[in-house]
T-cell receptor
Framework: DSGVTQTPKHLITATGQRVTLRCSPRSGDLSVYWYQQSLDQGLQFLIQYYNGEERAKGNILERFSAQQFPDLHSELNLSSLELGDSALYFC??????????????FGPGTRLTVL | AQSVTQLGSHVSVSEGALVLLRCNYS??????LFWYVQYPNQGLQLLLKYTTGATLVKGINGFEAEFKKSETSFHLTKPSAHMSDAAEYFCAVTFRQGVAGTASKLTFGTGTRLQVTL
């Protein structure tokens, strides 16, 4: 158990819908990262937050957005869903003070299926 | 830009045999290198990482990796495979950030699925 929790574990929805994925980082971790894992794209970085502020964006679609709240939990919002958005979405957290070398601890993921 | 290449999407070894999973990286600045393992229907678990210092890094479950700058490699090895090692393994790279909390996204390779046979 990494200490990172993600809900829900599975999500099945229809095209055009909007969903919210939730992540609670390990106690004491200030950085939260979101990654997408799909068969065709592999593991791709989406976005990072540090202590409530967005710090980096990767290959994140404009239909997707995220935020980190004062209690440090994070939510990833996916809207106007398409079939191609079906994937495993991981949240990871790290202490965030070591300039890149700190370990990122991954949650169990949310499997999103868009029908 | 950083990138990681994992040679061999599938590797099959016999139980008790040497495990060698290959990873080569490309980075214009000194890298930090990681190996993660993913068991079926689970998240990623850190096996080991190289940041600075000793280039031979020991990790959990008997795995180790050696950072070779001249070869831009960070291959993962285990002397004797066990059935429980069957999983997908990912090599990843990031690099030093000067400011706390600055982006340290992981760039992953495409993964190597390890099969262990009797």
């Amino acid at each position: 158990d990494s200490g990172v929790t993600q809900t829900p574990k599975h999500l099945i929805t229809a095209t055009g819908q909007r969903v919210t994925l939730r992540c609670s980082p390990r106690s004491g971790d200030l950085s939260v990262y979101w990654y997408q894992q799909s068969l065709d794209q592999g593991l791709q970085f989406l976005i990072q937050y540090y202590n409530g502020e967005e710090r980096a964006k990767g290959n994140i679609l404009e239909r997707f957005s995220a935020q980190q709240f004062p209690d440090l939990h994070s939510e990833l919002n996916l809207s106007s869903l398409e079939l191609g958005d079906s994937a495993l979405y991981f949240c990871a957290s790290s202490v965030g003070i070591s300039g890149g070398q700190d370990t990122q601890y991954f949650g169990p993921g949310t499997r999103l299926t868009v029908l | 830009a950083q990138s990681v290449t994992q040679l061999g999407s599938h590797v099959s070894v016999s139980e008790g045999a040497l495990v060698l999973l290959r990873c080569n990286y490309s980075s214009s600045v000194p890298p930090y290198l990681f190996w993660y393992v993913q068991y079926p229907n689970q998240g990623l678990q850190l096996l080991l990482k190289y940041t600075t210092g000793a280039t031979l890094v020991k990790g959990i479950n008997g795995f180790e990796a050696e950072f070779k700058k001249s070869e831009t490699s960070f291959h993962l090895t285990k002397p004797s495979a066990h059935m429980s090692d069957a999983a997908e393994y990912f090599c990843a790279v990031t690099f030093r950030q000067g400011v706390a909390g600055t982006a340290s996204k992981l760039t992953f390779g495409t993964g190597t699925r390890l099969q262990v046979t009797l």
